[in-house]
């Protein structure tokens, strides 16, 4: 199993910026995608942000031009800037990655999760 570990959450003001990050650790021959999802109070979890190994990105579009993704193949690890964040930001951002493991493709487990809340 992969498990992702997520942090950098906090309380910041709307049009404030925060750096999420996200490591992966677990026995694998190779990640492939690493993303990001996040669950506002009584909705259903979404997905944020991907990123491919090749550093191929996929956005929501309520959060083009806002968030950025990137990642560091060589240490497994994600990372998500946000700026200009919103109220409607506010969520528990969760990573996730899909990896490679004896020629069969696996998703990881959930990480704990990080709070984001966007308030004056």
């Known amino acids: 199993q992969v498990q992702p570990v997520e942090s950098g959450g906090g309380l910041v003001q709307p049009g404030g910026a925060l750096r999420l990050s996200c490591a992966a650790s677990?026995?694998?021959?190779?990640?492939?995608?690493m993303g990001w999802f996040r669950q506002a109070p009584g909705k259903q979890r979404e997905l944020v942000a991907t990123?491919?190994?090749?550093?191929?990105?996929k956005y929501a579009d309520s959060v083009k031009g806002r968030f950025t993704i990137s990642r560091d193949n060589a240490k497994n690890t994600v990372s998500l800037q946000m700026n200009s964040l919103k109220p409607e930001d506010t969520a528990v951002y969760y990573c996730y990655a899909q990896y490679t493991r004896y020629g069969s493709t696996y998703y990881s487990n959930w990480g704990q999760g990080t709070q984001i809340t966007v308030s004056s």
């Open positions: 677990g026995r694998f021959s190779s990640i492939n995608t």
């Open positions: 990123i491919t190994s090749g550093l191929s990105t």
